[in-house]
């Protein structure tokens, strides 16, 4: 089988999708020829790279198409759309002319890819996958980025137009897939295939590691936020609990880690500093070699989500931190998967999402009871093995598009 993926982040991108794409990818190569039309680094990349009209690469078996994309800064508007439209366009001009592939497959990065896929399966008339990893234009309007009626009608169509007319819609999530239907795509089209994390590369570790020693964080109690600092995540929140731990008894040398970058970091650093917080600290990305040792830093991991977008974003690093063998409290949505999965397998504990109170409550309660923390992370460790392991999901796609390519239906005008 041939397929042809298109999405805007690949490896060595650091974003979410772009990870996750890539082991997708590289698994699947092992069985396919697998074709990736993706743009040039552009998400705090670890190796900048010359801007081309395209280059061809080989990514551990993966034939990987780069086309030009605008790269400018991602804190305004007119940049992220220049950048978006360069991409947009290089990838449709590039679907159009590589070799035709069997199965034709978008991801949601950036959110119109979906409709770019669309009109290269019915040029080529090959049959379309759009996997979702979030609900647009919901997630833009409800945190407020889209908010012009006209837009947001437009948008809607060229959104919907693609995931009522995909072969197959795969969502993330059961609460994904209900938001799905919500939008009248066709429940008999959509798959739910979780997100995951790889277990043989993320390991339970101890503590006294290299980067917890590097940082001095094999001293403290650690809180860690790990991942994308973006504008779902709901920090507010996260920082007003540190407000609170800073007077509670027993807790004053707790440090709450917030590791990435993101569109919101320097914003939060400036109200850290506002705050005068000295319990928050900032570090940067790590490099995938490095996550084992940043995770098992933590004594608590927090996932944070802003009300109202349960099922229209699906925190992944959820499956990260289990992985690892550490337990988390989420600030979330109790319909949320992140809420679902700690209620399943007992792995972490759930407040309610903008309840500060709350989150510091659930940690003080976690930080002070350390048999309670190690069964936590056993249970997420085992769950993350049994149910969300990388080979697993990579199966499940992998019998998907095998089904697709035998029944080889394209695309309907």
Not at 352 to 361: C, R, S, V
Not at 371 to 398: C, K, M, P, Q
């Amino acid at each position: 089988m041939r397929l042809l993926v298109l999405n805007q982040y690949f490896h060595p991108d650091v974003a979410a999708t772009g990870q996750l794409l890539t082991e997708l990818c590289v698994s699947l190569a092992r069985s396919h020829e697998v074709w990736v039309i993706t743009g040039f680094p552009t998400y705090d990349p670890l190796e900048p790279r010359r801007r081309r009209l395209f280059a061809f690469e080989d990514v551990e078996g993966v034939r990987v198409l780069r086309v030009y994309t605008w790269r400018g800064s991602r804190k305004t508007l007119a940049s992220r759309a220049a950048t978006y439209v360069t991409f947009l366009l290089a990838a449709l001009l590039a679907g159009l002319l590589v070799r035709r592939p069997d199965v034709l497959m978008t991801w949601t990065d950036p959110p119109l890819i979906p409709f770019v896929g669309w009109v290269i399966a019915l040029v080529r008339r090959r049959p379309l996958v759009v996997v979702v990893q979030d609900v647009y234009p919901e997630v833009a309007v409800r945190l407020g980025a889209l908010r012009h009626p006209g837009l947001i009608r437009v948008a809607s169509a060229l959104l919907h137009l693609p995931l009522r007319r995909a072969a197959r819609i795969v969502a993330i999530s059961e609460g994904m897939r209900r938001r799905l239907l919500e939008k009248g795509v066709p429940g008999e089209r959509i798959r739910v295939i979780p997100n995951w994390a790889d277990g043989r590369a993320i390991v339970p570790c101890t503590r006294e590691n290299p980067f917890a020693r590097a940082h001095g964080l094999d001293r403290a109690r650690v809180v860690l936020h790990a991942g994308n600092v973006g504008l779902v995540q709901d920090f507010e929140t996260l920082l007003r609990c540190a407000e609170r731990l800073r007077f509670q008894e027993g807790l004053d040398g707790v440090k709450i880690v917030i590791l990435g970058d993101g569109a919101s970091k320097r914003r939060l650093q400036r109200e850290v500093a506002e705050r005068r917080l000295t319990n928050v600290v900032f570090l940067p990305y790590q490099p995938k070699e490095r996550v084992k040792y940043s995770l098992a830093s933590a004594d608590v991991a927090v996932i944070l989500l802003k009300p109202g977008l349960e099922g229209y974003v699906e925190p992944s690093k959820v499956y990260a931190i289990m992985a690892s063998g550490r337990p988390f409290v989420a600030a979330i949505g109790s319909r949320s998967e992140v809420a679902r999965i700690a209620r399943a397998h007992e792995c972490g504990v759930i407040v309610p999402a903008g309840q500060p109170d709350a989150l510091a409550e659930a940690l003080r309660a976690l930080l002070s009871d350390r048999s309670w923390r190690e069964r936590l992370g056993r249970n997420g460790r085992t769950a993350l093995l049994r149910f969300y392991e990388r080979s697993l999901a990579v199966s499940r796609y992998d019998r998907m598009l095998r089904a697709l390519c035998h029944e080889r239906t394209p695309p309907r005008a």
